[in-house]
């Protein structure tokens, strides 16, 4: 291919969660003049079904709702979409430290990347918990002879490398399951990846990755978040309370439906009471309730502010455990539905006591206004973390290590049974 030539690559990310399925179609344009730039073509978000509090509990309607969002992505792309990278979240996440260690190869004892991958390799050699599979393995450090806090050995001369590992696990059936999902719904997977390191890779720069911060995706059943520092992830947790929590306390504070309390949280909500004139009303019937109802936007800011302030506390506890309280410097950066709420970077700058801001994807070009849209954060972090891979032309080993493992056992398997 000559060098001033254009070339485009589609890589698709699919966000399947329990509210909505979310697909974001990018496009890969390298040329002389852009070396390289991702355009997000397509941006697809339909009602979840079939999957409750991150689990699967119906097969075929997770396919139904998988396939419908494929669908009207695929039209809006004009070309089949065939392959995709398949976000992973839910409380079954699970990390645990680990170590690698090695010999160096090469008779001159120069570091190469075939050792960096050995070394990451024995890291993996531990006992995996009972029913889990590593979905991706993430160098912290390397040492060199006894030298510790080398960020890339590669070219350096020694006779031991060493490194420090953050081993990240899923359930095994949960992977199946969604494997089978996908699959059934007519398309390949490249990789599984987690939602919520996806979304970092496009809502902070490595500016902030060095100084400190933490990436909070509020969802429906849970708040998933990660901790970057030097450069690297220092942690990662799920919580098991998001906004659907929310929605549930307006529904029993205001004694109304999911459906009317959903719409009150969207248009309503605020987290932050303090302020809000006590004498302003809302009829719920105005937000769909079968009869006429008044309540105050006090009380329903009071409803909000409880349960937010919660979520953030609990937040501020999984800091507190890895000693970062109040001590990230680039601060706090919320994505996911429940982040939408009026008033919620307010309420994290007095809770967490850090700087806050909502999370828009960086350096993502797009026609789409889904692209300022922060539920979409991880379906975008999936196309980018994916055009990475693809455009450098080989896997990474701090990005993911499943595929090899478990995809292609399972792909046998599951394509068989698409109809």
């Not at 969002?69 to 699970?94: C, D, F, R, T, Y």
């Not at 050792?115 to 912290?140: C, F, M, Q, W």
């Not at 992830?233 to 098991?240: E, G, N, R």
């Not at 009303?281 to 936007?297: F, H, P, Q």
Request: aromatic share 4%; with cysteine.
């Amino acid at each position: 291919m000559a060098r001033n030539r254009t070339y485009t690559e589609i890589v698709t990310g699919l966000d399947v969660g329990s509210s909505s399925v979310r697909v974001a179609v990018g496009q890969l344009v390298v040329s002389k003049d852009h070396p390289q730039q991702l355009q997000i073509v397509s941006s697809i978000e339909v009602p979840s079904e079939g999957i409750q509090k991150g689990q699967i509990t119906s097969i075929e309607d997770t396919v139904s709702a998988v396939s419908n969002a494929l669908e009207q992505a695929e039209k809006m792309v004009g070309v089949p979409i065939e392959h995709v990278w398949v976000g992973v979240s839910g409380n079954q996440i699970i990390s645990q430290e680990s170590k690698g260690v090695i010999a160096i190869s090469r008779t001159d004892g120069e570091v190469a990347e075939e050792d960096i991958d050995r070394a990451v390799d024995a890291a993996k050699a531990i006992s995996t918990p009972l029913n889990y599979e590593i979905l991706h393995v993430l160098p912290r450090s390397f040492s060199v002879d006894g030298q510790t806090g080398i960020k890339d050995p590669v070219g350096m001369t020694g006779i031991r490398l060493e490194v420090d590992t953050k081993i990240i696990h899923s359930v095994t059936s949960h992977i199946k399951n969604l494997s089978k999902v996908v699959y059934r719904a007519g398309v390949d997977i490249d990789d599984f990846v987690l939602s919520i390191l996806a979304a970092g890779e496009v809502v902070i720069n490595s500016r902030q990755k060095e100084l400190g911060c933490v990436v909070v995706n509020i969802g429906g059943p849970t708040t998933s978040m990660v901790v970057y520092e030097d450069g690297d992830v220092l942690h990662t947790s799920v919580i098991p309370i998001g906004s659907s929590h929310i929605t549930n306390d307006l529904a029993l504070g205001l004694k109304t439906s999911i459906d009317v309390a959903e719409r009150v949280k969207k248009e309503y909500g605020e987290c932050v009471s303090r302020g809000i004139n006590k004498k302003e009303i809302v009829d719920l019937k105005d937000v769909g309730a079968d009869k006429s109802e008044i309540v105050t936007r006090y009380y329903i800011a009071q409803i909000i502010e409880a349960r937010v302030s919660e979520i953030l506390e609990k937040v501020d506890e999984e800091l507190a455990s890895i000693e970062r309280s109040n001590m990230l410097p680039a601060g706090a950066v919320f994505i996911g539905g429940g982040s939408k709420v009026n008033g919620i970077i307010d309420i994290a700058k007095q809770v967490l006591s850090l700087p806050a801001q909502l999370g828009y994807p960086l350096g993502v070009d797009s026609i789409s206004d889904k692209i300022s849209d922060i539920s979409f954060a991880p379906a975008i972090g999936l196309v980018k973390w994916g055009s990475a891979l693809t455009h450098d032309g080989k896997r990474k080993p701090f990005m993911s290590n499943f595929k090899g493992k478990m995809s292609d056992r399972v792909k046998g398997i599951f394509k068989s049974l698409i109809p």
